[in-house]
């Protein structure tokens, strides 16, 4: 019984699994006839899938993850790339395989894509009737909603205004959005991203309402967009020994520019003029 027992432990062993860390493509699978791999990124003997297909380092199914330099040259074949996605697409169709902007609600007819309201909502509402705030159910808590998707910092000092605001806070909001016919939503007392960020495309609420007024320069597939500012030079000579310092530990040079924004999207007043900060705070000037 003991001899059997210890065979099939060395068995399992042997064939065990190594675990490899997390956004690692699978290994050892079989190309779909449908996809052309560039000659560049060789197959192994079975027309699979393995290291040596996308890895330039030698013998690195040999090296512990912990010691093998990522920031080598030849970690990835054709390599370094800027994005990791740009490795993927050497195989993959960007076109294809690009994000969906959730964001996207209407089709070209301006009809409402009603499935893409379940990436947030439980339900997709119905937009002729009227709601409160109770009446949604979300998929996840208000302040973790957009943490699905993006970054937890999104944005300089994202993370300072995800706090709950003080009574004279909360009742400039409150005057101003029944003064301008906005709407600034806040989770009880708390702000988060949504206080500030329209998350519907323009046109999927009534503009003429406060829930549906919304700032949009231009169309969400062209985004958010800046221009070059004569205060960058102000900027880098600010910065300039905290970034030499970050370089310094990092091991990486940080390239950080100040620019202006030009156009907006998904925001519900103007940030760039200082209307929606003005909002909640008061500057002594």
């Known amino acids: 019984m003991r001899i059997l027992f210890l065979c099939l432990l060395v068995s399992a062993v042997s064939h065990a699994e190594v675990k490899l860390p997390p956004l690692h493509h699978v290994v050892d699978v079989d190309v779909p006839d449908s996809m052309a ?39 990835f074949k054709q390599g370094p790339y800027p994005k990791l996605t740009d490795l993927c697409y050497q195989c993959h169709d960007r076109e294809v395989n690009k994000r969906e902007n959730i964001h996207q609600l209407l089709d070209d007819k301006g009809e409402l894509k ?22 949604f159910e979300f998929r996840l808590p208000p302040q973790k909603l957009c943490l699905g998707c993006h970054l937890k910092t999104p944005h300089l000092n994202a993370n300072n205004h995800l706090l709950e605001v003080d009574d004279d806070m909360l009742e400039r909001i409150k005057k101003y959005e029944l003064e301008h016919q906005v709407h600034l939503p ?21 503009i003429h309402k406060a829930e549906g007024k919304q700032v949009q320069d231009r169309s969400l597939e062209q985004g958010i967009g800046y221009e070059k500012h004569a205060w960058n030079s102000v900027v880098q000579e600010d910065k300039k020994s905290r970034l030499e310092t970050l370089a310094e530990h990092s091991g990486k040079e940080i390239d950080l520019s100040y620019q202006r924004i030009r156009y907006e999207v998904l925001l519900r007043l103007p940030a760039k003029d200082g209307t929606l900060c003005l909002v909640c705070h008061k500057f002594d000037l």
């Open 37 to 75: 791999i560039p000659e560049k990124f060789p197959l192994n003997k079975k027309g699979q899938i393995d290291c040596k297909t996308c890895h330039g380092v030698k013998d690195i199914e040999e090296i512990p993850f912990d010691e093998i330099d990522r920031d080598a040259n030849d970690f």
């Open 186 to 206: 806040l989770n009880g007392k708390s702000i988060t991203c949504i206080s500030c960020h329209a998350v519907h495309e323009k046109g999927v609420l009534d």
């Open 114 to 135: 009603k499935q893409k309201c379940k990436f947030c909502h439980v339900e997709t509402p119905d937009l002729d009737k009227e709601y409160v705030r109770e009446d």
